[in-house]
């Protein structure tokens, strides 16, 4: 039912006139979403809890597919739920979910710098929601991005959202057609051969820890990737589509490259042990990555144990440790690097058992 | 068809994971692995831990899980370590497959009737590999 107005004009009359018959949903607000799908936002009457109306374009009967069945059956804290899924007719398939408090992780990466210990911890949610996917329901994904995970404040988990693009792979070593949603996340197996292997959604996870701890990955700006020499090439083609299939063309080079997500525009202060992890998650042959998110999510709770928090401000690095010793590094007015320790209940101290280069004191603080 | 063998060693667990082609040939597979706890006291690894497991063994997918049963009464040399009685705890608390105790005079006296085809990738992994391979050979 709607009790107030949507201007939901710009919605196909079919969808208009959903919303507008659903007894159950008291909906108050509509988004559009362009190619993602049209958005409404309601509140169960009887449930008295909002949640999040969806509809995406689909294949007939959608609500019959397999897929469709057992995504209804999923019940996983680090997957949404899914409430009601059903066929609209003509060509829409609608999805009914609870809505998240967080809102999503690319969200979040653009308006703070998350540290490295909140970054592993949301990746380790996201494999443990994809080993459900993987390892229960013989599904990929295939559309794995910050944009779609959402941030639960509540829980303080991260949960795995937008699964209408999940596809069904039927033997272990097997593959499906990639998803052509989200060009910039396509693992090369995808771009070069329309192939999306289990690793395929490993490489996902991936660019999103590679995004989290702050490697260079202007998602908003992505003519940022391209050379002078290939913006001008792209700047000199009149047609629009053209144009983008120009653009296409060099972001799948790059990826195929392994240019995309370069792990040498890491933070200075992560050490290799990361790189070491997103070079397997990254690898361009799918079978040397992980094979199944277990295994990544036994290095990331390594990495969560052996490392410190890193938390980077705009004028100073804080270096963490489990036990409440901090250290902190940054550059006086001499631009000298300095390094302050401080334990817990104690004020800062200078620790000069360092050489002033950048990797001496970061040493010193990374020891436990 | 896939089976787990798992030896507990003070704050480690060593997994040997097996598979079965339709021809009987056993091959272990690349998903064996050691996972560790630092620090049992804090609950964050534990936790970690139990996720790890959980996780590994849904991934695997195994039709049987054994582990090498210890002697929780050994005295000296052979007392095994408190905290593997811990990860032994959680590995147990698996619930979609129950948890075997073997113990190793059960797999010496199958090795004794039965031929053992291969052998564990790596020395650490020995009595995991057996138990799986005792498991997957019945």
């Known amino acids: ?368 | 068809m896939k089976t787990i063998g798992i030896q507990i060693k003070s704050t480690e667990a060593i997994l040997v994971v097996l598979e079965k082609d339709d021809e009987g040939n056993i091959t272990q597979t690349n998903e064996s692995a050691k996972f560790s706890i630092d620090d049992p006291n804090k609950p964050n690894q534990v936790r970690q831990f139990r996720d790890q497991i959980n996780a590994a063994f849904d991934s695997i997918g195994a039709i049987r899980i054994g582990i090498v049963a210890r002697n929780a009464n050994g005295k000296g040399d052979r007392a095994p370590s408190p905290i593997s009685f811990k990860l032994e705890g959680i590995v147990q608390l698996y619930d979609k497959v129950d948890i075997e105790q073997v113990w190793k005079q059960t797999t010496n006296s199958f090795f004794k009737k039965n031929a053992k085809m291969g052998s564990a990738k790596n020395k650490y992994q020995d009595d995991a590999y057996e138990v799986a391979y005792y498991l997957i050979s019945q």
């Open chain 1, 1 to 368: 039912m709607v009790t107030v107005k949507l201007n939901d004009e710009d919605s196909v009359k079919a969808i208009q006139d959903f919303v507008r018959n659903t007894p159950d949903i008291d909906v108050y607000e509509y988004i559009r979403r362009g190619c993602n799908g049209e958005v409404y936002f309601g509140k169960r009457i009887k449930m008295n809890d909002e949640v999040v109306l969806k509809f995406y374009w689909s294949q007939k009967d959608y609500d019959a597919t397999e897929e469709a069945v057992i995504l209804q059956n999923i019940d996983h804290k680090n997957i949404l739920k899914i409430y009601d899924l059903r066929f609209v007719p003509p060509n829409y398939a609608y999805f009914l979910k609870p809505r998240i408090s967080g809102g999503d992780l690319q969200g979040i990466i653009d308006s703070r710098k998350l540290s490295t210990k909140e970054s592993l911890e949301i990746v380790s949610g996201v494999l443990l929601g994809l080993n459900e996917l993987h390892s229960k329901h013989n599904l990929v994904h295939r559309d794995l991005k910050p944009g779609n995970v959402l941030f639960d404040l509540e829980k303080n988990i991260p949960i795995i959202a937008d699964i209408g693009s999940v596809k069904k792979i039927h033997q272990a070593d097997g593959y499906v057609t990639a998803s052509k949603s989200t060009f910039l996340y396509l693992p090369p197996e995808a771009i070069l051969a329309n192939e999306y292997y289990y690793q395929s959604d490993i490489y996902q996870v991936g660019i999103i820890m590679f995004q989290l701890v702050g490697g260079y990955f202007p998602i908003h700006s992505p003519i940022d990737w391209l050379t002078e020499r290939e913006k001008k090439q792209v700047d000199a083609i009149r047609n629009r589509d053209d144009k983008c299939r120009k653009f296409d063309e060099f972001i799948g080079n790059k990826v195929v490259k392994g240019q995309l997500a370069k792990t040498n525009s890491l933070p200075f202060y992560l050490d290799a042990t990361f790189k070491r992890v997103l070079n397997k998650a990254l690898n361009f042959h799918y079978e040397r990555r992980y094979t199944n998110p277990s295994l990544f999510l036994k290095d990331i709770h390594s990495l969560l144990r052996s490392s410190p928090d890193y938390v980077q401000e705009p004028d100073r690095l804080l270096i963490i440790h489990e036990e409440g010793k901090e250290f902190q590094l940054y550059e006086n007015s001499e631009k000298e690097v300095v390094l302050e320790k401080r334990v817990p209940n104690k004020g800062w101290r200078k620790d000069n058992s360092h050489n002033g280069t950048l990797e001496s004191p970061l040493s010193v603080a990374r020891k436990k």
